[in-house]
T-cell receptor, first 115, second 111 residues
Framework: AQSVTQLGSHVSVSEGALVLLRCNYSSSVPPYLFWYVQYPNQGLQLLLK??????LVKGINGFEAEFKKSETSFHLTKPSAHMSDAAEYFCAVTGYGGATNKLIFGTGTLLAVQP | DVKVTQSSRYLVKRTGEKVFLECVQD?????MFWYRQDPGLGLRLIYFSYDVKMKEKGDIPEGYSVSREKKERFSLILESASTNQTSMYLC??????????FGQGTRLTVV
């Protein structure tokens, strides 16, 4: 079974500051992990994904995430926040094959960027 | 690009009605999902299907059922709509090693 915990439903940073959004997962099989972003009144857009291979994954808009198996974490970071990064961010986990393909999302983290 | 199409953007239904939400994908993906999205609760999985006629309950299946008679189509059924089922409903499809492709969403209001 898969589950996702996103710590912090609201995160506020200053423009230019580091963005860190936390995601911890649970999975009974090797996980595939995703981060999505949702801007107001829009659909979900894929930021980045981890399936296999390199544990540091780079995505769009300068975001990256590191898969840490020992910590069951997949935190999202961006070195310098921009006003346009204000949005809601969702972490998701799935397995592979049959019933483990269940794709589970976290409850989301709303990122505010202060000028 | 995979296209996932939901049959309606907006629906208004009366309490007790049977409601059908349809979702069609055009890329032969194995897995299809139905979620509801509510503020502060994220996307909660209602049901998913990993093959034709195969279905698995998600976290909140009560009051819902699904049908997948063909690979490209995944239907969500509200057996007897209630006001607490007012929500945004999202359909998604995934294949092997792929991210989820979402439909545009159906905003359902039950009055």
């Amino acid at each position: 079974a898969q589950s996702v915990t996103q710590l912090g439903s609201h995160v506020s940073v200053s423009e230019g500051a580091l963005v860190l959004l936390r995601c911890n997962y649970s999975s009974s099989v090797p996980p595939y992990l995703f981060w999505y972003v949702q801007y107001p009144n829009q659909g979900l857009q894929l930021l980045l994904k981890y399936t296999t291979g390199a544990t540091l994954v780079k995505g769009i808009n300068g975001f990256e995430a590191e898969f840490k198996k020992s910590e069951t974490s997949f935190h999202l970071t961006k070195p310098s926040a921009h006003m346009s990064d204000a949005a809601e961010y969702f972490c998701a986990v799935t397995g592979y094959g049959g019933a483990t393909n269940k794709l589970i999302f976290g409850t989301g983290t709303l990122l505010a960027v202060q000028p | 690009d995979v296209k996932v199409t939901q049959s309606s953007r907006y629906l208004v239904k009366r309490t007790g009605e049977k409601v059908f939400l349809e979702c069609v994908q055009d890329m032969d993906h194995e897995n299809m999902f139905w979620y509801r999205q509510d503020p502060g609760l994220g996307l909660r999985l209602i049901y998913f299907s990993y093959d034709v006629k195969m279905k698995e309950k998600g976290d909140i299946p009560e009051g819902y059922s699904v049908s997948r008679e063909k690979k490209e189509r995944f239907s969500l059924i509200l057996e007897s709509a209630s006001t607490n089922q007012t929500s945004m409903y999202l359909c998604a499809a995934t294949g092997m090693n792929t991210e989820a492709f979402f439909g545009q969403g159906t905003r359902l209001t039950v009055v």
